[in-house]
Antibody, heavy 122, light 110 residues
Framework: QVQLVESGGGVVQPGRSLRLSCAAS????????MHWVRQAPGKGLEWVSL????????YYADSVKGRFTISRDNSKNTLFVQMNSLRAEDTAVYYC???????????????WGQGTLLTVSS | QSALTQPPSASGSPGQSVTISCTGT?????????VSWYQQHPGDAPKLMIY???NRPSGVPDRFSASKSGNTASLTVSGLQAEDEADYYC??????????FGGGTKLTVL
């Protein structure tokens, strides 16, 4: 079954760190670019980060640059985002999403997980 | 990385057509043919409806069409059905390897 399953969300205090994971199955993970996209409660979608299929290229939204690090383990079909110096405004559902096509055809996303909720609050 | 501009709401009666706009700049919508549209029902993950300005993934009804003129992209839903009621988001590749989303449009089927 082709799917993405996020995990690792929860409640964390401002200034602390957290790592989210996204487990992929049913497709050749190592040939797809992967995104993190977030959605604050009641708000719209916000792109967070993108990593190329082989991890050689990583891109970030200005709002998270320097605080978040995207990575992947193709041997374990898993995507990560390490989030440091968390702020209240990082509170959101975090989705992982697969690029539409293989390799560098990744500027749209054709497969999404169900998301994991991160709440940053003291 | 400013968000693309969408109307907050749109509506139409069953069977009618409705068009949702998405306005950006020459650094995103106007400069690249990488505009996508997503549908999101409450509590669900987004679903890709259109990619590369006007292409439909397999399984998306041909009632959904899209185009672009200058810095504005548009999504048209023809023959509105009750299940089309959802939030719709546009997105675009933006200069310097970014992705930018629109603020979303809530489509109501009257």
């Amino acid at each position: 079954q082709v799917q993405l399953v996020e995990s690792g969300g929860g409640v964390v205090q401002p200034g602390r760190s957290l790592r989210l994971s996204c487990a992929a199955s049913g497709f050749t993970f190592s040939t797809y670019g992967m995104h993190w996209v977030r959605q604050a409660p009641g708000k719209g979608l916000e792109w967070v980060s993108l990593i190329s299929h082989d991890g050689s290229n990583k891109y970030y939204a200005d709002s998270v640059k320097g605080r978040f690090t995207i990575s992947r383990d193709n041997s374990k079909n898993t995507l990560f985002v390490q989030m440091n110096s968390l702020r209240a405004e990082d509170t959101a559902v975090y989705y992982c999403a697969r690029g539409k096509g293989q390799y560098y055809d990744f500027w749209s996303s054709s497969l999404w997980g169900q998301g994991t909720l991160l709440t940053v609050s003291s | 990385q400013s968000a693309l501009t969408q109307p907050p709401s749109a509506s139409g009666s069953p069977g009618q057509s409705v068009t949702i706009s998405c306005t950006g700049t020459s650094s995103d919508v106007g400069g690249y043919n990488s505009v996508s549209w997503y549908q999101q029902h409450p509590g669900d993950a987004p679903k890709l409806m259109i990619y590369d300005v006007s292409n439909r993934p397999s399984g998306v009804p041909d009632r959904f069409s899209a185009s672009k003129s200058g810095n504005t992209a548009s999504l048209t839903v023809s023959g509105l059905q009750a299940e089309d009621e959802a939030d719709y988001y546009c997105s675009s590749y933006a200069a310097s390897n970014n992705v930018v989303f629109g603020g979303g449009t809530k489509l109501t089927v009257l």
